[in-house]
């Protein structure tokens, strides 16, 4: 729903005036295009009913669909359906467990720069971890995935700080080839903070579990974090 997609905002976004704006946008409006943006990431789900017509969404028509027939529509329909348990959400391919340490050795393997991920790869991965009931009934594969992810994103947020470093004692151009959409935000606030509050909620027990007390949390302490997170 529109109400829990805002929620999950609120829980990477920060204080309006504390950091450095871009084009008249803050990290929290940042982060909050790339989510939505990543909402409309074509996956794969099986629905669980059949329709002889297309679905009239918003958004435009879905469908016919067949029940246990594979189907391709927006992430944010498939959140939805799968909230009605009208569906379920196939994970895709590059969030499998070994395709994920494919990427993070890859990334090792290349500390001059970076290798290619999904551009909306942190906010899809955080959709099926909190938002869907992909990983319910696998608390291993979710708890594997929940790591391999952190590790992924810990390495590439090294480059980022190196990058951020040399830019500030050299300003010329910086390689941003293959870079996702919240790693880009990072660039262009100049500050770590967005990857920091993902990597806080992945460090976070609950991690699947994420509720509206969790988010009243992370924005009580976002002001005192804010001073310590900022580069420039």
């Not at 204080?15 to 943006?37: E, P, S």
């Not at 500390?111 to 608390?139: C, M, N, W």
């Not at 994420?210 to 804010?226: F, G, I, Y």
Request: glycine share 2%; charged share 30%.
């Amino acid at each position: 729903s529109i109400q829990h997609q805002l929620r999950f905002v609120q829980a990477m976004s920060f204080c309006a005036g504390a950091t450095l704006r871009v084009n008249t946008k803050d990290t929290a409006t940042l982060l909050g295009d790339d989510k939505f943006l990543a909402l409309e990431t074509e996956v794969t789900i099986i629905p669980r009913f059949s329709s002889d017509a297309p679905v009239d969404c918003i958004k435009g028509k879905f469908g016919p669909f067949r029940s246990h027939s594979v189907a391709k529509v927006p992430l944010w329909a498939a959140l939805e359906m799968d909230r009605l348990q009208q569906c379920t959400i196939e994970v895709p391919q590059w969030l499998h467990e070994e395709e994920l340490k494919r990427m993070r050795d890859d990334e090792k393997a290349n500390p001059g720069r970076f290798t290619k991920v999904p551009h909306h790869y942190i906010e899809i991965a955080f959709a099926f971890l909190t938002q869907s009931k992909a990983f319910h009934d696998d608390q291993r594969q979710q708890k594997r995935t929940v790591l391999l992810l952190r590790e992924l994103i810990e390495v590439r947020r090294n480059k980022i700080l190196q990058g951020l470093k040399e830019f500030e004692t050299n300003p010329t151009e910086i390689n941003v080839s293959d870079i996702s959409a919240a790693e880009l935000t990072c660039f262009r606030t100049r500050s770590l903070h967005a990857l920091d509050k993902f990597l806080d909620l992945l460090r976070s027990k609950q991690v699947a579990e994420l509720d509206q007390t969790q988010t009243q949390a992370s924005q009580a302490d976002v002001q005192e974090e804010e001073s310590s997170s900022r580069l420039l």
